[in-house]
DNA sequence: TTAAAAGCTAGAGTGTTGTCTAGGTCAAGT
DNA sequence: ACTTGACCTAGACAACACTCTAGCTTTTAA
């Protein structure tokens, strides 16, 4: 049941660094137990709230916000609003790196099969030097 | 036709800073024209490969890759397979980013979709007490 | 019993991506 | 003439999120 700090780096991909540092920041719902000897003792519970920071971690959300959201959950019920709205804000924000990111594969995607296109012609003969109409200033070399 | 730093800032959205910063950085398909006066000429070309720069920064592409690819496009033709290996590979760290992207947007909305209900039960009456079931280490406030 | 492995704290160091400052030039307007 | 504003370089500084080091204690395995 208790777990010690390699066991929880371990399943959560964390280092030991990192998840000293997460504590040190207050991202840690409670300051973790300590056994006599002041070694960390960590709960499932606890392995459950950092998978939770690793997903917000992971989709963009600073540190300080986790830290926020954290205290939200700390001082206990009464602030749900407060916690509500700072989860929307994060979908949002999550929504629009969505979007971004599609158009961004979108441009990608159209470079990859332009490039397609011409390494194929190019393996039978090559025959054509730059990559107009993908790369803008290489574009025909000239004013 | 030709723009200068300035407005090529107002174009682009990056600061003035920033674009001597992506220069020096060797960002830059061709090193940028000056005038007689050692002021920054900016052509189109130029702010459509900062364009093309924006877009894989915005996507996750490190400065170092961004630069590896520049340099690739400065060389001319005859390495084209690189550069398609390059933005192949970034394709797929897109892709994987829109999963895991739309992996925590579902747990999210789903911890909003709970708070929700908890607000609006909430609004008639005081009656829940903690997030339990949303927050790991808050539930049950206990071993 | 002793050596390796794991833990501890405090605090320094790092990589990335800019941003800002100092000190100066140049052109335009008043 | 003088101020304002845009531009220049070189280089210092900063925010973020870790990561590593030093110096120490404790646990575990041989």
């Known amino acids: 049941m208790g777990?010690?700090?390699?066991?929880?780096?371990?399943?959560?991909?964390?280092?030991?660094?990192?998840?000293?540092?997460?504590?040190?920041?207050?991202?840690?719902?409670?300051?973790?137990?300590?056994?006599?000897?002041?070694?960390?003792?960590?709960?499932?519970?606890?392995?459950?709230?950092?998978?939770?920071?690793?997903?917000?971690?992971s989709s963009g959300m600073p540190l300080d916000t986790i830290r926020r959201y954290t205290e939200l959950v700390r001082q206990g019920s009464g602030n749900e609003l407060d916690r509500?709205?700072?989860?929307?804000?994060?979908?949002?924000y999550i929504t629009a790196q969505l979007e971004d990111l599609q158009e961004s594969l979108r441009v990608i995607t159209h470079k990859v099969s332009i490039y397609e296109e011409h390494v194929a012609a190019g393996t039978a003969s090559c025959l054509w030097t730059d990559a107009s109409s993908t790369e803008g200033p290489a574009r025909a070399s000239s004013a």
Request: proline share 2%; glycine share 6%.
């Open 3 to 57: 777990l010690s700090i390699g066991q929880v780096a371990e399943r959560t991909g964390l280092s030991v660094h990192a998840l000293r540092f997460y504590e040190r920041e207050g991202l840690l719902a409670d300051p973790v137990r300590r056994e006599s000897n002041g070694r960390r003792v960590y709960s499932e519970d606890d392995v459950d709230w950092l998978a939770m920071c690793i997903k917000f971690r």
């Open 84 to 92: 509500l709205d700072l989860l929307r804000s994060h979908q949002d």
